[in-house]
C-alpha cells in the first residue's frame, strides 16, 4: 500500500533510539524528510548518517531538552514547514505513589506529559496557519490499565489520551488529525533497564532480567509501532482523528 508521504516533512521527538528511531527509519523509507530530535546529540548524530545513507532523505538534527516550554517552542519556530509531528519523547520511571518522590515525578511529567502538550500546541498553531497536518501521540498501554506500580506513567499516559481526544476531537475543522498510538511491551533499551530494576529489586540480582521477560503476549518490536504511527500519519488515515488505539499483542483485552 502507498501511504503517499513521498514529500512529506515529519518532525519526531525522541528520535534517536527506540520506538522514535524506528517511526523515523519507517517514514523515511515512505519518502519523507526528517527532522529528529532528542537530548544526546550524538545519538541523533549517528541515526542521521544510518537513515540519510539507506533511504536518501534530508534529515536534520535537533538536540534539544523538550521538557523546557521554551526548548519545544524553539524547536517548533525551527520545523515550520512540517507535515508530521510524532510526539514520542520521555520515559517514566516505575514505582508507587511512595516510591516515586515528587521531584522525579514532576521531572518525568515535565518531559513526556508537559513536552507532549507544550510541542503540541507550538506546532498546532503553525499547522493551522497552513491548513494542514497530522500530530501522532506515542503514549502508552499504561493509560489504560494504570497499575499501582506504574503510577506516574499510568497517570500521565491516561492525561495524553484525554488531551488526544479533546484536541482532536475538533481539529479537522482546522485542516488537522490528532490521533494516538498506545504501544505495550516493546523491545527497547528502556524495557531492558526496567527489568533489570524490577530484577535487582526481586532477586537481588539484575543479571537475572531475562527471567522477567512476559511470555504471553511476548513483547513486540520497535517496528511494529512505527509501521502504524506511518499508516496514522498517511492520508489513508484521513479520517482517523481524536482516538487513541492500542497496539499490545492482546495485553489489556485480557
Known sequence: MDLQLRGKTALVTGGS????????????SEGCALHLAARGEEALRQTKEMIAARY???VTIHPVDLSRGDDARALAAQCLEIDIL???AGAIPRGDLWRVEEAQWREAWDLKVFGYINLSRAVYANMRSRGKGVIVH?????GERPLVDYIAGGAGNAALMAFTKALGGRSLRDGIRVVAV??????TARLE????????????????????????PAPGE???????????????????TGTVVTVDGGYTAT
Open 17 to 28: 533510539k527506540g520506538i522514535g528511531r524506528a517511526c523515523a527509519e519507517v517514514l523515511a
Open 56 to 58: 536518501g532523505v534530508a
Open 86 to 88: 510524532v510526539n514520542n
Open 138 to 142: 506515542v503514549i502508552g498501554a499504561a
Open 182 to 187: 498506545n504501544p505495550g511491551l516493546i523491545k
Open 193 to 216: 533497564s526496567l527489568l533489570k530494576s524490577l530484577a535487582q529489586s526481586r532477586f537481588g540480582d539484575a543479571a537475572r532480567w531475562p527471567e522477567l521477560m512476559p511470555k504471553e
Open 222 to 240: 520497535p517496528e511494529d509501532i512505527a509501521h502504524f504511527v506511518a499508516f496514522l500519519a498517511s492520508e489513508r488515515a484521513r479520517f482517523a
